[in-house]
């Protein structure tokens, strides 16, 4: 089955400015590739919940499921999501269709005055709300006896968080390096973090679009847009944290890059996958455990199953799964 060439898409997405972004780069690629594209705009209940850590409202899930609802309701085709944002088990009755070419997938130190941690001054304040930055943090400061800086949470839109860092309350931010990119903000990055300091989440800087499992006419469609290396990283990832409980009270990182690449962007033609993973003890004592693995990948079974290995030598040193799978953290920013 094929999708009718007449036919005009619909990608459901949130109304931030970097969703929007999101949505118009698919929707320029599918029009690349012949067909017309529409954009059915909304507001999650993920964006409307900003007084409240994520982790104790529902995690990522609520930054999509209003989405997933448009596509079972047939009022949009595809959803276009930041894959950090999707929830490691998918509902029953949707699928990845695909996963689009990674940007830097690095944390982004943002700030007026200080071009990175060394700079801050006495109890200075650094904003985040992802528990996995607040632990890699952490364990930066204490490397450079900081015991005085506080790590406070931050939770809004990109824009929202930029204007509280100018407003001057915090010293500086973290982020995703993707999100400023993709906006053109790329001059408000003092520092990006090299991943040994500061791994990132599993699927940062990654877009993936989701859809119904019931219009596989859709998902060959999509198919174009899809990118074998980056998926496969991303997948790689998501398994981590899938077996390990995917839950937004666990903060967890989980980084794949490629030492031998698939020739020709081919994920078929196989290559070298190394995946480096970190686990956090939330609470009391600081506990940071890290692993890591590579093997040869030429499918994303064999992405998955090495990111079960990493997971499982977490586990080993001490990891606990905590919580469901369809948690996360905030929004890719």
Not at 42 to 61: A, F, H, Y
Not at 97 to 113: F, G, K, M, N
């Amino acid at each position: 089955m094929t999708l009718a060439a007449s036919r005009t898409l619909t990608i459901a997405t949130r109304e931030s400015r970097l969703a929007l972004w999101q949505a118009e780069h698919v929707r320029a690629l599918l029009q690349q590739h012949g067909h017309a594209v529409d954009l059915l705009g909304m507001t999650t209940l993920g964006d409307q919940i900003l007084d409240r850590s994520l982790s104790k409202v529902g995690g990522k899930g609520l930054f999509v499921k209003e989405l997933e609802l448009a596509l079972e309701q047939g009022r949009a085709d595809l959803a276009v999501h930041s894959l950090k944002d999707v929830p490691m088990e998918l509902p029953p009755g949707f699928e990845l269709a695909a996963v689009l070419q990674r940007e830097d997938a690095r944390d982004a130190w943002v700030s007026p005055h200080c071009a990175g941690l060394a700079e801050l001054p006495h109890a200075a304040v650094v904003g985040t709300s992802s528990l996995r930055r607040v632990v890699l943090l952490r364990a930066l400061l204490q490397e450079l006896g900081r015991s005085d800086v506080r790590i406070e949470p931050l939770r809004g839109n990109l824009d929202t968080r930029l204007r509280k860092l100018d407003a001057g309350q915090y010293h500086a931010i973290v982020l995703a390096a993707a999100g400023l990119v993709r906006l053109g903000l790329e001059a408000r990055i003092r520092h990006r973090f090299d991943p040994g300091q500061m791994l990132p989440a599993a699927g940062q800087g990654a877009l993936g679009i989701e859809v119904l499992a019931s219009r596989p006419e859709l998902a060959q469609a999509l198919q174009p847009l899809a990118h074998g290396p980056s998926w496969a990283a991303a997948a790689a990832e998501r398994a981590v944290s899938r077996t390990l409980g995917g839950s937004c009270s666990m903060p967890l990182a989980a980084y794949a890059t490629w030492v031998q690449a698939p020739a020709q962007e081919r994920l078929q033609a196989g290559g070298t996958l190394h995946l480096q993973a970190a686990w956090g003890e939330p609470e009391g004592a600081p506990l940071l455990l890290r692993a890591s693995a590579s093997a040869r990948v030429e499918s994303l079974a064999a992405a998955d199953a090495l990111g079960v290995q990493v997971a499982q030598q977490l586990q080993r040193a001490g990891a606990r799964v905590v919580g469901p799978s369809s948690q996360a953290s905030a929004p890719a920013v």
